[in-house]
């Protein structure tokens, strides 16, 4: 299987899914992915942590402009909450390497909201 590379592409698995055409102000394209070696885990976000094993489910946006992910980098309050790292995602046709937003520590150890 060959495995492409999405510069402009982001697997999304947390709020992302429901509020990413609101914070970019469009609709984007999307196909389901998977991501092996993943699980995810909340505190007050949503995040991923590698787990031998697991598997997250959730979807790669396509075609992200500079403005977009602009955007999306503010939101994901990079560097403070998350960075931004490539992963290799699982989709429809074959393996799909494209951005993930990772969580700091600091995302990790915030408390969720009560």
């Known amino acids: 299987m060959t495995m ?4 402009d592409a982001l697997f999304v698995y947390g709020s992302l899914l429901e509020e990413a055409t609101e914070i ?3 609709p984007v394209d999307v196909v389901p992915a998977r991501l092996e070696g993943f699980e995810r885990r909340h505190s007050r976000y949503h995040y ?3 787990a031998d ?3 997250t489910g ?3 946006m396509l075609d992200l402009t500079d403005e ?3 955007r999306l980098d503010a939101y994901e309050e990079v560097p403070d909450l998350y960075t931004r790292e490539e992963v290799e995602v699982d989709i429809y046709d074959g393996a799909l390497r494209c951005w993930a937003y990772l969580p700091t520590a600091k995302c990790i150890n915030l408390k969720a909201y009560i």
Not at 4 to 7: G, L, N, T, W
């Open 53 to 55: 094993g697991a598997e």
């Open 24 to 26: 970019l102000g469009h």
């Open 4 to 7: 492409r590379h999405a510069s």
């Open 48 to 50: 991923i942590v590698r």
């Open 68 to 70: 977009d992910w602009r």
């Open 58 to 60: 959730g979807l790669v």
